[in-house]
């Protein structure tokens, strides 16, 4: 796993004006639109353009870590998993996360993040992604897996 920056690219907190590159981006990957508030963001700019965003978002007891959108452009260069792993180290509270597809789980899985239940979840995420789950049981054909991050031993996070 690639632990440092492409050159070029910096990563920092948002700014109010990145407000419109973040929607875009997700958008563009088909994510909730509906929670952007750029102050939980933190964007990668490249060459000056904002190329890849994702937010911790505070719940009473937890965080979840989301919104994580890499531009297609700029994929498969390590930009998404330093983002993810910088985020983690941000968080302050046990954090969660959901996710769509094995593929996906497998991508957080290499962070240390694990599958847990809903019944597992703190009560103030229950709610939250209940609604996922509640989408799961009716349509079982959308694979939502509800992640913890549990930590990695130190070899796995050398990778
Ligand atoms: C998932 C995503 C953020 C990864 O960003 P990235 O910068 O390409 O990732 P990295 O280069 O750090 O790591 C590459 C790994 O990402 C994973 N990955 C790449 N594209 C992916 C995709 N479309 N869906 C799921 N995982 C993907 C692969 O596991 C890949 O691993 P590999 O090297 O073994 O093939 C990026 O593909 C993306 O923005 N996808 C669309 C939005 C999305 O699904 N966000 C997650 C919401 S929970």
Known sequence: MRNSLLLGCVLRPARAKDIWAIRKLVLSAKLDPTQIRWSQFWVIECEGRIVACGQLRCFPGAQELG????????RDQGLGSYLV????????????????GSRLTQFYTRFGFMPVSWTELPRSLKWKFGVSQLATKILPIIPVTIMRY????DWEGDR
């Open 85 to 100: 792993k910088y985020l983690i180290q941000q968080a302050t509270q046990p954090l969660y996360l959901e996710c769509l």
């Open 150 to 153: 549990q930590g990695l031993n």
């Open 67 to 74: 919104s994580l959108v890499v531009a297609p452009a700029w």
